[in-house]
Nanobody, 118 residues
Framework: QVQLVESGGGLVQPGGSLRLSCAAS????????MGWYRQAPGLQRELVAS???????AYVDSVKGRFTISRDNAKNTVYLQMNSLKPEDTAVYYC????????????WGQGTQVTVSS
């Protein structure tokens, strides 16, 4: 069973930075694709950034140039560095692990709140 635990959320002023972390249990992290999603009140959950098991990254247009996703397979951890934060980045951020090799399942973290406000 895979468990994902996010950390690093909080309140930050516009223009500030935060780094989210997601630590995964189990032994499939290095072969899984990882993603960060977010969900603001009243809106659907959207994929913000992803990184494949081989390190290929992708971003939604609204965060390109501001957010960076990375992974450390030795620590079973994926990160989301968020710079130049805007009020519209306010949301609950969720970590996602997609395993298409062993369990053929995806897993979710519990979410961490990010609030961008002055």
């Amino acid at each position: 069973q895979v468990q994902l635990v996010e950390s690093g959320g909080g309140l930050v002023q516009p223009g500030g930075s935060l780094r989210l972390s997601c630590a995964a249990s189990g032994s499939i992290f290095s072969i899984a694709d990882m993603g960060w999603y977010r969900q603001a009140p009243g809106l659907q959950r959207e994929l913000v950034a992803s990184i494949t098991r081989t390190g290929t990254t992708a971003y939604v247009d609204s965060v390109k140039g501001r957010f960076t996703i990375s992974r450390d397979n030795a620590k079973n951890t994926v990160y989301l560095q968020m710079n130049s934060l805007k009020p519209e980045d306010t949301a609950v951020y969720y970590c996602n692990l997609r395993d298409s090799i062993v369990t053929m399942r995806q897993y979710w973290g519990q979410g961490t709140q990010v609030t961008v406000s002055s």
